[in-house]
């Protein structure tokens, strides 16, 4: 009799585990397609982290004032399918990151502004994709935004 309830409860634990998690990282969830965002800046860092790698962005403002942005990107292996390298930025280059800004805009714990990175575009003109989760027909897939 114990068999007959341990296997069912086996299954739906399978069945259970192959659900997809998509909208975990669902783009409408955190961020605002009527918040896009251009920023012109320095990289301050590159974080190469799972399941999403972040690009640290130091920009100025009118005053002077620097801000720093995260931007949150694929993930690190979709980015190197995308033809991005660990040293496709480094800190100090200079980039445009087009994106959209975090829905609740408040500062992170470490003083930055959340955003998603659509595009960057290096100090060179090549721009690169950066996976942005608005574009897998998410509602600012087609804000036009970013070029």
Known sequence: ???????????????????????????????????????????????????????????????????????ETSSPNALLRRGWKRDSLKEGDQVTVDGYLAKDS?????GSLHGNARMVTLAGGKTVFAGSSADDGGPAANTGAAK
């Open 1 to 71: 009799m114990r068999a007959t309830a341990t296997i069912p409860a086996a299954v739906l634990t399978l069945l259970i585990g192959l659900i997809p998690a998509s909208a975990h990282h669902s783009f409408s969830a955190e961020y605002d397609a009527n918040k896009p965002v251009n920023v012109q800046g320095v990289v301050a860092k590159l974080a190469w982290v799972n399941p999403h790698a972040y690009i640290y962005v130091d920009a100025k403002d009118s005053s002077g004032k620097i801000t720093r942005y995260a931007f």
């Open 106 to 110: 408040r500062p992170l714990t470490d």
